[in-house]
Every structure is written in C-alpha cells, then in structure tokens.
C-alpha cells in the first residue's frame, strides 16, 4: 500500500484539529496501534505553525548489523511559532508541548510503535515523548533537522533526557536517530524510518 502525502495551509484550526485527529485514527486503524498509544490530551493547535503526522515503518538490526527487527507505528509532531508577548505557557495548545526560550518556537514530537523480530517472535512496544527542541537546522531546500532530548519507553520503563534527532526528506520520509548509548544499542545502528501523511501549515 502506497500513502499519499497531503500538504495544506489553512488558517481555520478547528479544521486543523479535526483534520489531524482523522489522520491519527486512519494511521492507528492501518497499523493497528491502539488509540491510548499516544497522549491522551488531543494536539489541538492554537497558534500559526506547521503540523505534521504519518506512520513508522522500519526494518532495525541486531548488534552485528544484520536485518533482525520490524517496527511499525505512528508518529505526530509540531512546530509552533510563539509571540513575545504570549510566553505564558496558558497559551500553549498542550501541556505535552515543551518551548524553546531561545527562538521562541514550541515543539513536540510523539511516537508509538510495536518492535517484533522477523521471525514473529518477540513482540513488544515503545513510545517516543516529552520532546524538547535543542536546534533546527537545513539540509538543502527539502531536508530539516531537528534535533533535543525524549523520553522513550524501554521494557515499560521510561529513559529519560535521550538525545534524538528528527530529520524530514523531500517532505515524504522521516528518520528518528536515537542515541544507542543511552538505550543499550535497542534500535541497531539506524535510524527509525517512517512516512509524512500529513504536513499542515497554519499561517494565522
């Protein structure tokens, strides 16, 4: 099954905020992630930014770099721009979203995704939170980075403050690199790959 990405601007946020939370849904439907995977406050968008969610599909490998693991989830996050004026955090859309002081930018990234060896055995989850923005940078005219500190959960135990970085390519794939020192080599030695759906902008 191919997905097509669908890139918008609008500027109505209840459309916004319906429109995201169908998308959630479908990508939960397709991979089977239950609907408590992520948050359970909604990403109800408030303030000009661009919004963006899609699903994870990845093969990792095992400690000697062989092909071992299938990971298969679903994957939100967002970029907000803040007003000077508005630091408050009242007027942030989500207690889940961290701000940048620095830039003045408020961001947050969630994940929830099933790990299984290839042979079927072994099933498991993980999720990706409490995503603080440390920097963004670009990589030609398409490529983003962004990179700061999660938390992921590790046999139903929260690691704290892992350092992460997001990248987003020609505005259809996106790869997550998690430090391995800091998780015990658990994802191998690539990034977690996934697919952009959706990609929103908000310009007032």
């Known amino acids: 099954m191919i997905l097509g990405v669908t890139t918008t601007t609008i500027n109505n946020s209840q ?19 239950p609907s408590g995977g992520f948050s359970t ?9 661009e919004y963006t969610a899609g699903t994870i599909a990845s093969i990792q490998n095992d400690k000697d770099g062989i092909p071992t693991w299938l990971l298969s989830g679903a994957w939100k996050g967002a970029i907000i721009n803040i007003d000077k004026g508005e630091t ?6 989500s207690t889940s979203i961290n701000t940048n002081s620095d830039n003045l930018l408020a961001s947050n990234f969630e994940a929830n995704f099933e790990m299984v060896m290839l042979n079927g055995s072994s099933l498991h989850e993980h999720s990706i939170y409490n995503f603080t923005l440390s920097d963004i940078s670009m990589i030609y005219d398409k490529n983003s980075v962004f990179n700061g500190t999660a938390t992921i959960t590790m046999k139903d135990i929260p690691v704290n403050d892992v350092p992460i970085s997001i990248k987003t390519l020609n505005n259809n794939v996106i790869s997550i690199w998690t430090d391995p020192a800091k998780i015990n080599d ?19």
């Open 15 to 33: 459309s916004l905020f319906e429109d995201n939370n169908r998308l959630m849904v479908y990508a939960q439907q397709i991979m089977e992630i």
């Open 41 to 49: 406050e909604p990403q109800q968008p408030e303030q000009p930014g």
């Open 88 to 93: 408050n955090s009242d007027t942030l859309p």
């Open 186 to 204: 658990h994802f191998g030695n690539t990034p977690i790959y996934g697919q952009i759906i959706q990609d929103i902008v908000i310009k007032k």
